[in-house]
């Protein structure tokens, strides 16, 4: 298999990620349409594709409005952070065999590493904001990230074990007999629920809460730094799709269609689920989110990743 | 049972000089010094067998334009004071006679806390000062306000009030009376050295359901006191009352609780006809009670949708508001218009039912039941819903009746009251239906009573159309306007008749009303005064929203900002109901 030139890789991965994470939101005004027995957008181009490219140039064109009141440079920064945590997660994802930008050994922990970074970009968000509901958007963006880093971080722990490896690539080729999402379901239940959190997507978006906080942490962004908050909500779910392909389903194998493709498959099937579980459930209050992180979900994973270390012992040594 | 509250006052006061005051609407009404008002009114709550236990409306006439008082004592302005028994089924009214030179009165808010705010609202209306009231600011109108409007002296239209002007200083004025001092709204800004902070909700928040605002104390997340603010959709509905006539005010009361269309001209019309003595012919009553049954449905969809918005679930408020339209539709083939049909007329409906009508309806009854069910597994037995909602913003049926709430927030209590049962008006009685109840009294509850409620208002829309009466639908009373046309063009006579009734509008005898029904949110009461003209002396609309969100303070403290959008999605108001 002939690997293309990193460079290549880079920017190859970059287009698509970008245009994916924005025609999401295509598909998900779309889809959220269909659901709730409506149009969405369908006027702007064929079936209203174009709807992205024209709010895009409106939040271009948009006076981008700094309150006066608000901590400058931090203000400018925040939208920038999630952005370049995002993609640079992306940088390590191999979505086939030698497309991959960067193969590192520790790949895994990198992307939690970014994960926890891209947080600083809501608080310090909400906290340069300096409006009190940005504020109370950010703090509860801290509190969250924090409880649901802990079991993210423990409930790929299983999967390390089973791969003996932080390298995605080799998880994915560890998955050559069976996927993972057989004998680490539990790993899949939790990954996928931090995942949601780590999106700030609902059940989890407390931190923007509309019809509490208005729009959180941020209140008080406008034009293209607005978009970049958008747009880097929508790279997230990319990313926590991709991710959830990688560790638990095979990443990009699959029989008869080439590799790619499989790996585009699997990762809109999670997109797609993303946004169903946005059209259905309701917003638990902030304390019972804490709980359920703290009081289940963290037992939860250490108890799978002792088993899976048990079991492992037992049989595979 | 009729004179017996009067009775019994005379007899626990002999020395005072009670006067009993015959009215239209049967409801006791005596007349005591305002002096005494508060021990008169404490008696009734506390002492009396079967105690008033609700204060169920307060409110005053500014008497010095009338005609025709015969036989009442002398006043300038009278306080009157409505309470209501559950244990006699009974209302009972109370007024205080006031003179110009001195216009106050005891303040009766220490008896029922739910006096706070009317005599906020009557001090700001009518400037009668309440002594002893803890927190005496205006209420509806802005702090800057001059004069009380809904005083006869004072204009009802902006037109005779001279040109508005908005020099320099008036501005700063303005803006100085804008300022937020924590100590103004009764809270302390720190304690046992923590700093509170204060968040200002509204008058434009997403979970406000309109302009309301309210300002917050809290301690991290957790809310310490709430104050809310109200008067942001004030349109002095009572004061136009005295400006249109009996007939063209119909319209006005569509728009005051603007998601129940015809059940605000069910209550106003309740207490025109008790005045004018008219009889409702049988085929009216039950148009009247099948239009307003939709009515409930379509006002409890719009709850149900953004209740659950308010909660974060986003799907809901679409399926509703789609079967809302589908009920619309069938009011716009009845009464050609949706929101705001302006429908019913004094004396009966404005005109015979559509063709097809009863198809129609039929369809939205086979087509509801099962959407019901689908949102029942959806909304009501999700998890996170219930763990936002059960316990949440609990109140028990004391304080319910104390604070004056009704509907179905006073039945989430278990407290099994139905204006409709208890009080039938417009032959409810002989309507089959369940009152639903909850027995927590918490947002849950509210949500479970609300939901049955459409399947009874269902079952009641069923049985109009099973049984539904031929006859004339509007009165031949000479009062019910406006009078048929085919019963005019006979002669000269006929015909100027139907002029006068057209152009003035029908004269209502003197008297005073109270109409009162069971409304898509709570009780909701019309009580006028006749002087004898074309127009009503006096219109009070009180309306259950206004006691509710009274209301809301004792329910959100010791919650979080999340509970406090349940509750307020919960309680299901309106903000031109509060306001009007």
């Known amino acids: 298999m002939i690997s293309p030139h990193p460079i290549a890789a880079l920017i190859g991965i970059l287009i698509v990620v970008l245009s994916i994470a924005s025609g999401l939101i295509w598909i998900e005004r779309r889809l959220l349409a269909l659901w709730q027995d409506r149009y969405g957008p369908n006027r702007v181009g064929p079936f209203g594709l174009f709807q992205v490219l024209a709010d895009t140039i409106k939040l271009l064109a948009k006076e981008d409005w700094i309150p006066p009141f608000a901590d400058k440079p931090v203000f400018i920064i925040a939208p920038a ?217 963290l037992p939860l994973a250490l108890a799978n990743l002792l088993v899976t270390g048990a079991v492992l012992l037992a049989f595979y040594r | 049972m009729q004179a017996s509250a009067v009775g019994s006052v005379q007899e626990r006061f002999p020395d005072l000089p009670v006067v009993a005051q015959p009215t239209r609407d049967q409801i006791p009404t005596m007349w005591v010094p305002a002096d005494s008002a508060r021990e008169v009114l404490r008696f009734l709550k506390t002492e009396i067998a079967q105690p008033y236990a609700m204060l169920y409306d307060l409110t005053a006439i500014d008497e010095r334009m009338r005609l025709k008082r015969d036989g009442q004592p002398a006043s300038d302005f009278t306080i009157v004071y409505h309470l209501l028994s559950f244990a006699r089924n009974q209302y009972v009214r109370v007024k205080a006679a006031l003179r110009e030179d001195r216009l106050s009165a005891p303040s009766i808010s220490n008896i029922w806390p739910a006096a706070n705010w009317y005599e906020r609202e009557i001090w700001d209306l009518f400037g009668i000062v309440f002594e002893g009231h803890p927190h005496l600011e205006r209420l509806i109108m802005p702090k800057t306000w001059v004069g009380h409007p809904l005083r006869k002296d004072h204009a009802a239209r902006a037109t005779e009030m001279g040109p508005f002007r908005l020099p320099k200083d008036k501005e700063e004025r303005e803006q100085e009376a804008l300022r937020f001092r924590p100590e103004d709204w009764g809270m302390r800004s720190s304690h046992d050295g923590t700093d509170f902070i204060f968040l200002n909700v509204g008058p434009q928040h997403p979970g406000t359901h309109g302009v309301l605002r309210i300002v917050l104390q809290l301690d991290g997340e957790e809310i310490v006191d709430a104050v809310p603010e109200i008067g942001f959709h004030h349109r002095g509905a ?103 049909p302006n429908w019913f007329r004094i004396g009966g409906v404005a005109q015979d039912l559509a063709r097809g009508w009863d198809a129609m309806m039929r369809d939205f009854i086979a087509y509801f039941p099962p959407r019901l069910r689908e949102y029942d597994r959806e909304v009501l037995a999700n998890r996170i819903f219930k763990a936002r909602t059960v316990g949440v913003g609990g109140c028990t049926t004391e304080e319910a009746i104390e604070w004056g709430v009704t509907g179905p927030n006073l039945r989430a209590t278990g407290f099994e009251w139905d204006f409709r049962k208890k009080q039938p008006y417009s032959g409810y009685d002989n309507f089959e239906f369940d009152i639903p109840t909850a027995q927590t009294g918490d947002c849950y509850g509210r949500a479970l009573v609300r939901v049955e409620e459409m399947r009874q208002s269902l079952r009641i829309i069923q049985q109009c159309m099973d049984n539904m009466p031929e006859g004339p639908y509007k009165s031949l009373n000479s009062l019910a306007s406006p009078p048929l046309k085919e019963r005019t063009m006979h002669d000269i006579e006929t015909l100027i008749t139907h002029f006068l009734s057209v152009g003035w509008g029908p004269v209502i005898p003197p008297g005073e009303a109270l109409g009162a029904i069971e409304a898509t949110k709570g009780n909701n009461g019309y009580y006028l005064v006749s002087d004898g003209g074309t127009t009503s002396y006096r219109t009070r609309i009180r309306t259950p929203s206004f006691a509710h969100i009274q209301m809301l303070p004792l329910l959100c403290r010791g919650g979080m900002i999340p509970d406090l959008l349940a509750i307020l999605g919960s309680l299901d108001y309106v903000l031109a109901d509060i306001d009007r």
């Open chain 1, 81 to 297: 952070i999630i952005m370049v945590t995002v993609l640079m997660s992306f940088a390590v994802l191999p979505v086939a065999p030698g497309i991959i930008i960067s193969d590192l050994s520790v790949a895994l922990l990198f992307f939690l590493a970014m994960s926890s970074l891209g947080v600083y970009s809501i608080v310090l968000a909400g906290w340069a904001s300096d409006n009190k509901y940005s504020l109370l958007g950010g703090l509860r963006a801290a509190a969250q990230m924090l409880s649901y880093e802990v079991f993210m971080g423990l409930s790929l722990m299983g999967i390390v074990l089973l791969a003996g490896s932080f390298s995605l690539t080799d998880i994915v080729h560890a998955q050559q007999r069976i996927w993972f999402i057989v004998p680490q379901f539990l790993g899949f239940l939790l990954f996928l629920v931090a995942g949601l959190a780590e999106t700030r997507r609902l059940p989890f978006d407390l931190p923007e809460a509309e019809s509490e906080l208005v729009a959180g942490f941020h209140s008080e962004y406008s034009g293209m730094k607005f978009g970049m908050f958008f747009v880097g909500e929508y790279l997230g779910i990319t990313l926590i799709s991709a991710m959830i392909t990688i560790l638990f389903f095979g990443g990009w194998m699959g029989p008869v269609l080439p590799p790619i493709v499989w790996f585009l498959i699997k990762t809109f099937f999670f997109l797609g689920l993303f946004i169903l579980i946005r059209a259905s459930l309701p917003r638990p209050r902030f304390d019972q989110l804490m709980a359920w992180a703290w009081k289940l979900m």
């Open chain 2, 238 to 340: 009572e004061k136009m009352g005295e400006r249109q006539s009996w007939h063209t005010y119909i319209p006005y009361t569509d728009r005051i609780d603007y998601l129940g269309g015809v059940m605000n001209n069910f209550a106003y019309l309740t207490a025109v006809e008790k005045l004018a003595g008219i009889e409702v012919p049988p085929r009216a009553q039950v148009i009247r009670v099948m239009l307003a049954e939709l009515f409930r449905i379509i006002s409890h969809l719009v709850w149900y949708g953004t209740f659950a918005q308010d909660l974060g679930q986003m799907s809901p408020v679409f399926y509703t508001f789609n079967d809302r339209e589908r009920a619309f539709a069938i009011i716009e083939a009845i009464c050609g218009a949706r929101m705001h």
